[in-house]
């Protein structure tokens, strides 16, 4: 462990929940669909998955996906933002944390898919990547998916440049039992080719 901030808190000061929610809220309302992640996701899952939404800021996803039927837990580091999630679906489970200490946090190790969309692995705190992803495929149950989202260019990350590569991120995928099995280039399924800008990567555990 680092010891250091991670980047999205260098970047906002951990404040950011109420107007990161007003964006989404005014980019609904423009008619733009919110809910890409979720429709993804969804379509990979069994009605009434467990899912873990790792990084799940003010909660948008996993409201939808517990809308759909899912049984969803939110873990986030920001108090910002789940102090938004709780006000919006106080029913939820909601957990404060550190992804790197997930283990630490008292849930379960058996979840159907674990999410990190909106750029979460590469707004970790530096040199704690590899501990999430060994993290996050810990608490998959045997053949549960890990699903993430993540800006390769500075135009898709709000970074001047790009912490993580793909390479890495399938190594440490790979260093923690995981196997790549689709990537695509959007949440909405667009073909995936060397020199996107963004990535959208779907990773399984081997079933027992």
């Given at each position: 462990m680092?010891?250091?901030?991670?980047?999205?808190?260098?970047l906002?000061?951990g404040?950011a929940?109420?107007?990161?929610a007003?964006?989404?809220?005014?980019?609904?309302?423009s008619g733009h669909?919110?809910?890409?992640?979720a429709?993804?996701?969804?379509a990979?899952?069994?009605?009434?998955?467990?899912?873990l939404d790792a990084?799940?800021?003010?909660?948008?996803?996993?409201?939808?996906?517990?809308e759909l039927g899912?049984s969803?837990?939110?873990v986030?580091v920001?108090?910002?933002?789940?102090?938004?999630?709780?006000?919006?679906?106080p029913?939820?489970?909601?957990v404060l944390?550190?992804?790197?200490?997930?283990?630490?946090?008292?849930?379960?190790?058996?979840?159907?898919?674990?999410?990190?969309?909106?750029?979460?692995?590469?707004l970790?705190?530096?040199?704690?990547?590899?501990?999430?992803?060994?993290?996050?495929?810990?608490?998959?149950?045997?053949?549960g998916?890990?699903?993430?989202g993540?800006?390769?260019?500075?135009a898709?990350?709000?970074?001047t440049?790009?912490?993580v590569?793909l390479t890495?991120?399938?190594h440490?995928?790979?260093?923690?039992?995981?196997?790549?099995?689709q990537?695509y280039?959007t949440?909405?399924?667009?073909?995936?080719?060397p020199?996107?800008g963004y990535?959208v990567?779907?990773?399984s555990?081997?079933?027992?």
């Amino acid at each position: 462990m680092t010891g250091q901030r991670d980047r999205w808190a260098e970047l906002t000061g951990g404040e950011a929940g109420e107007e990161y929610a007003q964006r989404f809220a005014r980019l609904a309302e423009s008619g733009h669909d919110i809910h890409g992640e979720a429709a993804f996701c969804a379509a990979l899952l069994k009605p009434a998955a467990r899912i873990l939404d790792a990084g799940c800021g003010t909660g948008r996803i996993a409201i939808r996906l517990a809308e759909l039927g899912h049984s969803c837990t939110g873990v986030d580091v920001d108090a910002s933002m789940l102090a938004v999630a709780r006000r919006d679906a106080p029913t939820q489970e909601w957990v404060l944390g550190d992804l790197a200490r997930l283990d630490t946090l008292g849930l379960s190790q058996d979840f159907d898919l674990a999410l990190a969309a909106g750029n979460v692995i590469p707004l970790l705190a530096p040199g704690t990547e590899s501990v999430v992803v060994r993290q996050l495929a810990a608490a998959l149950r045997p053949g549960g998916l890990l699903v993430t989202g993540m800006g390769l260019d500075a135009a898709h990350l709000p970074l001047t440049e790009p912490p993580v590569t793909l390479t890495e991120f399938d190594h440490w995928c790979s260093q923690a039992g995981l196997t790549l099995r689709q990537r695509y280039a959007t949440w909405s399924g667009d073909p995936y080719s060397p020199g996107c800008g963004y990535a959208v990567s779907v990773h399984s555990r081997p079933a027992a």
